[in-house]
């Protein structure tokens, strides 16, 4: 089995994450021998403070490891995981992103704007 995609290891930690109500908002992976890295970047309606990142690292560590000895994944030699949130420069691409960044300035193409109030279907 090859090193799990972008797209599996999301699709495997989405409802682990939404049991914390967390969404998966980015998952990039570097495989390097030895040395190979998943990076995972996690939000909320409440963003998620550093004791929450290191309980987030932990069980999803932990479903990790169950998954990679029942087969369902692998990392092969092994790798190194980073549990954080999302930086400034995410791209806001879907209604969560507007809700939960609402009354902040943003760039876009039309300039300097400020998020407002989202209608009631966001």
Do not use: C, W
Not at 7 to 17: G, H, M, R, V, W
Not at 84 to 104: E, I, K, M, Q
């Amino acid at each position: 089995m090859a090193f799990p995609s972008e797209q599996k290891l999301e699709e495997f930690l989405a409802p682990i994450l939404a049991e914390h109500q967390l969404d998966v908002e980015q998952i990039k992976t570097t495989k390097a021998g030895k040395k190979s890295q998943v990076v995972i970047r996690i939000d909320g309606e409440k963003r998620p403070s550093s004791d929450v990142l290191e309980q987030m690292s932990r069980i999803i560590g932990e479903a990790f490891d169950a998954a990679e000895e029942s087969g369902e994944l692998n990392f092969g030699a092994g790798y190194t995981l980073e549990i954080s949130t999302p930086g400034v420069d995410l791209p806001l691409t879907a209604a969560r992103h507007f809700r939960r960044n609402r009354g902040r300035k943003i760039k876009s193409s039309l300039g300097e704007l400020r998020i407002g109030a989202l209608s009631e279907d966001e």
